[in-house]
């Protein structure tokens, strides 16, 4: 039973870098794609981006110019990394695999963290 | 970006009852429509994709539909555990996007 784990700070100060790591387990990461998604109660559910296992990336354009999406394969995880960050990245950050089937749609989730961007 | 758009945004039924969520797309979506059920303080579970493919170990009482760029979410006999919210997304077009939600709870 393939689980996934988000892990990073809870709290980033406006203008610095949001940072976070997904931590997959109980399978591999290949054959799949990898997401990020986040929630806030202005926005609903958002899609961030998504990277396959060979490293293909694909983003929100309304975020592409702020977000990275990397992999870690000998560590089985991972990241996103968001700049210049404001509070209206304030959100529920989640992590997530795509099926194999449909890369876009997603069927195995993580618990979500949540990110507060307050000085 | 491709909006979509549920109905209603709550829905109070009995245990037992027919629910019925739908889902409006702004432009065709060739049929790539995935459904989510969201408990309160948990991460959405994906229920169906693909518009009407039922995800592994989802209860059969769920089902999807679609008739052009609307696609219906039923739940044939409503259940305390289903009390959720209910998010529509579409997975066709870059970014892929969700409807605002739909809140089911029991009467």
């Known amino acids: 039973q393939v689980q996934l784990q988000e892990s990073g700070p809870g709290l980033v100060k406006p203008s610095e870098t949001l940072s976070l790591t997904c931590t997959v387990s109980?399978?591999?990461?290949?054959?799949?794609?990898w997401t990020w998604i986040r929630q806030s109660p202005a926005k609903g559910l958002e899609w961030i981006g998504n990277?396959?296992?060979?490293?293909?990336?694909d983003y929100n354009p309304s975020l592409q110019s702020r977000v990275s999406i990397s992999l870690d394969m000998p560590k089985i995880q991972f990241s996103l990394r968001l700049t210049s960050v404001s509070a209206a990245d304030t959100a529920v950050y989640y992590c997530a695999r795509g099926l194999n089937s449909d890369p876009y749609g997603m069927d195995v989730w993580g618990q979500g963290t949540t990110v507060i961007v307050s000085s | 970006d491709t909006q979509m758009t549920q109905s209603p945004s709550s829905v109070s039924a009995s245990v037992g009852e027919r629910v019925t969520i739908t889902c409006r797309a702004s432009e065709d979506i060739n049929g790539w429509l995935a459904w989510y059920q969201q408990r309160p303080g948990k991460a959405p579970q994906l229920l169906i994709y693909?518009?009407?493919t039922l995800q592994s170990g989802v209860p059969a009482r769920f089902s999807g539909s679609e008739s052009g760029t609307e696609f219906t979410l039923t739940i044939s006999s409503l259940q305390a555990e289903d009390c959720a919210t209910y998010y529509c997304q579409q997975t066709d077009k870059l970014p892929p996007t969700f409807g605002q939600g739909t809140k089911v709870d029991i009467k």
């Open positions: 693909g518009g009407s």
């Open positions: 990277i396959f296992y060979s490293g293909t990336t």
């Open positions: 109980g399978g591999s990461i290949s054959s799949y794609y």
